[in-house]
Every structure is written in C-alpha cells, then in structure tokens.
C-alpha cells in the first residue's frame, strides 16, 4: 500500500501525465454525460420496455457497448460499434483491394486516408442503423412517449444519432491524441464499467432473496469462480513464448562488445483484443439486419443468431474469434523485420541461419503459439453463455469472460503500460517491482 501511495504521488508529479490523466478523465466524463441526454422528441418517463429489451439477450451486449446508451435512448444510443464494424470491412477490403493495400504501406499518410474513409464508411452504416433503432423505439414506447412523430422526427433524430456517434469517435481520437490509452478502447471499458454496478445489484438480489437459485452460498461460489476467471484472463493476456537469441562479439579498437544472450518474448495473443471486439461486432450484424424491432418474433437465422446462450451463435463466435487473432497477428507481427533487426545487430537464434531460415522460424513458432492462444480466447469469450445457463443473471454472467473481461483487463494493461513508461522515463519506479507491464495496444489496428 505504501509503495502504490507513493506511485500516485510519482504520477501526480509528471505534469505531462498528470495533464493527460486529467483530459483523459474529462473526456470520459462528457462521455457519460452524453449517455444520458435522451433524444429530441422522446419522453424519458416511458423508457421501461426499452430497458426490458436490453435486459437480457445480444440487445444486453449491444447495450453494455453503449454503456447503458442504447437502453436510454440516448442521442449516443448506437455507440461506437458501427465505427468498429466500418473498421472491419476496411481492414478486410486491405487484404484483398491493391489500393487499400498501398494506403497501408504509406505510413503516416495512408493512415490518414483510412481514417477518414473508416468514418465515411461509419456515416454510411449509421444511416442504415439509426432508421432501424427509431423503428424499434416506435415499436417498444408507446404513443405517448413521442412528442412528434412522423418523417420529420425519423430525419431529425437519424442526423443526431449520426452526430452522436461521430461524437463519440471525436472523444476517443482527442483521448488517444491528448490523454493516456486508446480512446476507443476506453471508451467501451467506460461503458462496460458502467454497466458493473448494475449487473452486481441483479446477481445479489436475484441470489440473497431466491433460496431457489442458491443463495449466499451460490453467490460466494460465483465470485471464488470470477476470480480465478480474471487471474486465467489476465495471464492469457500478458503470456509470452521467449526465443533465445545471441549476439556476437564485435571488436572496435581495444574493446569488445555483444557476446551475450537475451530472449525475444513472443507473445500468445500478440492480436490482444481486437479479435474479440471485431467478432463480436460481426455476431450484431444480424440484429442489424433483421430490425432491433423482430427479436421477440424472429425464427430461423435471425433467432439462432440472436441468442447469445446457443450453441451455433457460440460455436460461430469463437472460430471468428480463431480466425481474427490469426488474422491481426499477421497484420501486426512481421518476422522478416525481426529477423533483419537481429541481423543488424549481430545476432542469431543458435541453430538456425540468420536471414530468411530466421524469418522462418520465428514465423513457425508464432503460428504454433497464436493457435492454442486463440483457442482459449475463444473459450474465455463463450464462458458467459455458460454462466449464464449454470443460473448467472444475464447482466452479471456478462463479466464472467467474454467480451467485457478481456476488454477490462487489455485496456486496463495497456493504459498502465503507458502510465509505466512516462514513470521509468522520469527514473521514478514503475507500477509494478518488476517495472514492466505487459501491455496489449488495444486498438491500434483502429487508427
């Protein structure tokens, strides 16, 4: 305890980082205000059967993305999740579209160009999008909750809730640029976040005063097992596969250098988080597809895929999630620039030739580690379907894996990797004994 006061008061040294703490701070604070300004025209007395929809089902995901905006109908009701979903499609137009593909080697330049045609694209979905959550809106409120109605209330309230979410990537460019993390990422942690408290008082009352579902003793039960939960996500996230690699000597002059060994760890889940933001992007496709306003009476597709607890929407959601770690770890990981960084360097891997055979190797090892990580990062994200069926309140079971833990946890790891390093350049102890947290970059692959 006395070491971690005297880190807050490192921090609160470093004006730079003090500074954007602070902004950072605001920015999420305006955020949330945001949330819950309810858009023009709508009584927010009459909200109750919007948040009975979100109560449970993937309208509860979506929601909890929002942080709680969906549910009040708020003018940042869609979040940031049609920017993601633009993210997704731009990234995948990289791999197969020769123009994309230039964009992505042009460095500074081309970042900029993807950028603006990500938020072109995101325009483009939220004006699908919006019609379809007001539909839904007519649908659950009743007449009386509208204090207009008809095509001037559609157009006026499509342009804000477009201007909200444009807002809300505003927000999270300005806390990437100005503050400390990933403003995207953040933002969607404050959403989950928010949505904690809530989940927490369901699970105590459902629990504490239904002697069917177990009680206290079921509800100790629950957090013995939400812990070990979070410490297996945590160490999913920060695992590491270290190579050794020697470095030769070199003589200049009298003197020798190098003739050592050290280790290049490798990360598990080099992809961190974004395969499970983008998958779980994806599986709300339908939802968009079909109209907020059919889940009670959608059969068939639109059903199965609306059901976060079934067994096809799980099994569909964890090989996206395969495929988009494998996907990003090749986006963001490039063994021929480790292997001619070590060449420069004077070192080798022992056993294997400098060059292409290192590549080459580095690549096999990475391939062999990325699969069995992916493959508990996929069984990390369905454990809420199973909380859930084992008699977890939906709200609360949210938290047992899934998207909302790792997004905790690889958000929260890599804001204090940031916070470590402005500490360590200023030779002030780190937050950790070891002085070196493992971060993830959520979100990098969004900007």
Same mark, same amino acid.
């Given at each position: 305890?006395?070491?971690?006061?005297?880190?807050?008061?490192?921090?609160?040294?470093?004006?730079?980082?003090?500074?954007?703490?602070?902004?950072?701070?605001?920015?999420?604070?305006?955020?949330?205000?945001?949330?819950?300004?309810?858009?023009?025209?709508?009584?927010?007395?009459?909200?109750?059967?919007?948040?009975?929809?979100?109560?449970?089902?993937?309208?509860?995901?979506?929601?909890?993305?929002?942080?709680?905006?969906?549910?009040?109908?708020?003018?940042?009701?869609?979040?940031?999740?049609?920017?993601?979903?633009?993210?997704?499609?731009?990234?995948?137009?990289?791999?197969?579209?020769?123009?994309?593909?230039?964009?992505?080697?042009? $460095?500074? &330049?081309?970042?900029?160009? @993807?950028?603006? *045609?990500? #938020? /072109?694209?995101?325009?483009?979905?939220?004006? !699908?999008?919006?019609?379809?959550?007001?539909?839904?809106?007519?649908?659950?409120?009743?007449?009386?909750?509208?204090?207009?109605?008809?095509?001037?209330?559609?157009?006026?309230?499509?342009?804000?809730?477009?201007?909200?979410?444009?807002?809300?990537?505003?927000?999270?460019?300005?806390?990437?640029?100005?503050?400390?993390?990933? $403003?995207? &990422?953040?933002?969607?942690? @404050?959403?989950? *976040?928010? #949505? /904690?408290?809530?989940?927490?008082?369901?699970? !105590?009352?459902?629990?504490?005063?239904?002697?069917?579902?177990?009680?206290?003793?079921?509800?100790?039960?629950?957090?013995?097992?939400?812990?070990?939960?979070?410490?297996?996500?945590?160490?999913?996230?920060?695992?590491?596969?270290?190579?050794?690699?020697?470095?030769?000597?070199?003589?200049?002059?009298?003197?020798?250098?190098? $003739?050592?060994?050290?280790?290049?760890?490798?990360?598990?889940?080099?992809?961190?988080?974004?395969?499970?933001?983008?998958?779980?992007?994806?599986?709300?496709?339908?939802?968009?597809?079909?109209?907020?306003?059919?889940?009670?009476?959608?059969?068939?597709?639109?059903?199965?895929?609306?059901?976060?607890?079934?067994?096809?929407?799980?099994?569909?959601?964890?090989?996206?999630?395969?495929?988009?770690?494998?996907?990003?770890?090749?986006?963001?990981?490039?063994?021929?620039?480790?292997?001619?960084?070590?060449?420069?360097?004077?070192?080798?891997?022992?056993?294997?030739?400098?060059?292409?055979?290192?590549?080459?190797?580095?690549?096999?090892?990475?391939?062999?580690?990325?699969?069995?990580?992916?493959?508990?990062?996929?069984?990390?994200?369905?454990?809420?379907?199973?909380?859930?069926?084992?008699?977890?309140?939906?709200?609360?079971?949210?938290?047992?894996?899934?998207?909302?833990?790792?997004?905790?946890?690889?958000?929260?790891?890599?804001?204090?990797?940031?916070?470590?390093?402005?500490?360590?350049?200023?030779?002030?102890?780190?937050?950790?004994?070891?002085?070196?947290?493992?971060?993830?970059?959520?979100?990098?692959?969004?900007?």
């Amino acid at each position: 305890m006395r070491r971690l006061i005297e880190t807050i008061r490192n921090i609160w040294k470093i004006d730079e980082l003090k500074n954007r703490i602070l902004v950072t701070l605001g920015f999420l604070l305006i955020y949330r205000l945001g949330s819950y300004v309810v858009l023009p025209g709508v009584n927010p007395q009459y909200l109750e059967a919007l948040e009975q929809q979100t109560s449970d089902g993937v309208l509860s995901l979506l929601d909890m993305f929002s942080g709680g905006a969906f549910s009040n109908a708020s003018i940042m009701g869609l979040g940031v999740m049609p920017y993601i979903s633009a993210s997704i499609v731009v990234q995948l137009l990289g791999m197969v579209i020769p123009y994309f593909q230039r964009l992505q080697r042009d $460095g500074e &330049s081309g970042r900029r160009k @993807i950028n603006q *045609i990500t #938020r /072109l694209l995101t325009v483009v979905i939220l004006i !699908f999008q919006a019609p379809s959550y007001l539909a839904n809106l007519h649908y659950k409120l009743p007449a009386e909750a509208f204090a207009v109605n008809g095509w001037l209330f559609n157009l006026s309230n499509t342009i804000i809730l477009t201007a909200g979410t444009m807002f809300v990537m505003w927000l999270g460019e300005r806390i990437t640029d100005k503050g400390i993390g990933n $403003g995207i &990422s953040l933002i969607i942690m @404050i959403g989950i *976040i928010a #949505r /904690l408290p809530h989940a927490l008082v369901a699970e !105590f009352t459902d629990k504490l005063f239904s002697n069917a579902n177990g009680g206290l003793v079921m509800l100790l039960l629950e957090f013995l097992i939400l812990f070990f939960v979070f410490v297996g996500t945590i160490m999913l996230v920060q695992g590491t596969r270290r190579i050794p690699v020697q470095y030769a000597k070199r003589i200049e002059g009298n003197k020798q250098y190098g $003739g050592v060994r050290q280790y290049i760890p490798l990360k598990v889940n080099a992809a961190g988080v974004m395969p499970i933001i983008f998958a779980q992007a994806i599986m709300f496709l339908p939802v968009t597809f079909i109209g907020f306003i059919n889940q009670e009476s959608a059969t068939g597709f639109a059903a199965t895929f609306s059901d976060f607890t079934g067994f096809w929407y799980n099994l569909v959601f964890a090989l996206l999630i395969i495929v988009f770690t494998y996907f990003y770890t090749a986006l963001i990981f490039n063994p021929q620039q480790m292997s001619e960084e070590m060449k420069r360097n004077n070192g080798f891997i022992p056993g294997i030739k400098p060059g292409k055979k290192t590549a080459e190797y580095i690549d096999s090892i990475m391939s062999k580690i990325t699969l069995p990580g992916s493959v508990c990062l996929a069984i990390v994200a369905i454990l809420p379907a199973f909380a859930t069926l084992a008699g977890v309140e939906s709200s609360f079971a949210q938290f047992y894996g899934g998207t909302s833990l790792l997004i905790l946890v690889g958000v929260v790891l890599d804001t204090l990797q940031q916070i470590e390093s402005h500490l360590l350049m200023r030779h002030y102890d780190g937050l950790m004994k070891s002085g070196r947290i493992m971060g993830r970059n959520v979100g990098a692959a969004m900007h």
